[in-house]
């Protein structure tokens, strides 16, 4: 399984625009080669950098696995129209929040993970409580690292 974005490649510069710096847009993704058995995937976007914890700048769980990419700037509505469910981020909102470390840089982890089950959480559920409800149900697992650092 892979995920990739055209914004940035593997372990390179996330741009401006989907920082707290720009437009704070979510990128596009795609992945593919999803395992036989997918019932559902989740997305957790986190920085293991941030001073005191991992912050976490996306959770969005029980997408489809019809589905093989999201677009530019995914809404922050709790539920996708296309399926799928936001968790809250760290900033305490629904959706993708943007890098915006307060100093250095930062790495940014994109986790996609194909599950054998629906998780079946409510709207705004946690990282932990989506890894929690992961926990013996993952088929695979792919990651797609960006960085960024505020001039």
């Known amino acids: 399984m892979k995920i990739e974005s055209t914004a940035f490649i593997d372990n390179g ?5 989907y920082t707290c710096d720009g437009q704070d847009i979510s990128p596009e993704l795609s992945w ?3 395992p036989a058995g ?5 997305l957790i976007v986190d920085d293991p950098d941030a001073p005191d914890q991992t912050f976490v700048h996306w959770v969005l769980y029980d997408l489809p696995p019809e589905i093989n990419q999201l677009p530019q700037a995914v809404g922050t509505e709790p539920t996708l129209s296309g ?3 936001q968790g809250k981020n760290d900033f305490g909102n629904f959706g993708y929040g943007g890098p915006c470390p307060p100093t250095g840089i930062h790495r940014y982890f994109f986790k996609l993970y194909a599950l054998d089950r629906e998780l079946g959480l409510e709207a705004g559920a946690t990282k932990a409580k989506v890894e929690a409800a992961m926990n013996g149900h993952i088929l695979a697992a792919a990651e797609l690292i960006g960085r960024y650092a505020r001039s």
């Open 13 to 17: 510069m996330i741009p401006f625009l």
């Open 83 to 85: 399926g799928g469910i």
């Open 38 to 42: 997918t019932q559902s995937l989740a």
């Open 32 to 34: 593919d080669a999803l």
